[in-house]
Each structure stands twice: as C-alpha cells, then as structure tokens.
Nanobody, 114 residues
Framework: QVQLVESGGGLVQPGGSLRLSCAAS????????MGWYRQAPGKERELVAT???????NYADSVKGRFTISRDNAKNTVYLQMNSLKPEDTAVYYC????????WGQGTQVTVSS
C-alpha cells in the first residue's frame, strides 16, 4: 500500500510561481511513473506531468516550458515547479503514482488570480 500526500498549493498572482511536493509513504523506487494530474471545476482530470524511474518526463502541451517535474528518490518525494502561472492553471492538483494499480493523493488547490 502506498500513500501520497501533497503540499504546496495556494493562491498566487498571474505570472507567479509555486512548488508542489508529494511525499510517498514507501520507497518511490517501485512507483513508475510518478507525477501530477489536475482537475478544474467542471472539467475532467488531466495529465500535467509524469516522470519515470529512468528519468523520462512527459508534459501536457499547456505546461511545457513553464512547469518542471523532478523526483528525489532519497526523500521519497516528487516535485512540480510551476512558473509563469496563468489563471487557467487554477485547479486541484493530484499526485499520481503507479505500482501496477494507480494511486492518488488527496489533492491540493492551486488558484491563480489577481
């Protein structure tokens, strides 16, 4: 059983930055891939970014060049650095990990507004 706990969400102005963290209860060496999804009100959950154990990263087109995903296996943590935030980035962000079956965190709210 794996538990994923997100932190780092909040309110930020357009153009600002936030860093999300996701701590796994167990070793993330087994979790492949690991990453982030988001869900805005009235919309379906969508991929933001994932990263494999081998280091390959996959990003949604809407966040390429602005968001960066990283993994720290020693700390069992995955991060999402979000720069140049836009109002359309407003959503609940969910940590995701797969060990056979998918696992999800509880979500953290990110609001981009002036």
């Amino acid at each position: 059983q794996v538990q994923l706990v997100e932190s780092g969400g909040g309110l930020v102005q357009p153009g600002g930055s936030l860093r999300l963290s996701c701590a796994a209860s167990g070793s993330i060496f087994l979790i492949n891939p690991m990453g982030w999804y988001r869900q805005a009100p009235g919309k379906e959950r969508e991929l933001v970014a994932t990263k494999t154990l081998g280091g390959s990263a996959n990003y949604a087109d809407s966040v390429k060049g602005r968001f960066t995903i990283s993994r720290d296996n020693a700390k069992n943590t995955v991060y999402l650095q979000m720069n140049s935030l836009k109002p359309e980035d407003t959503a609940v962000y969910y940590c995701y990990g797969k060990i056979g079956a998918p696992y999800w965190g509880q979500g953290t709210q990110v609001t981009v507004s002036s």
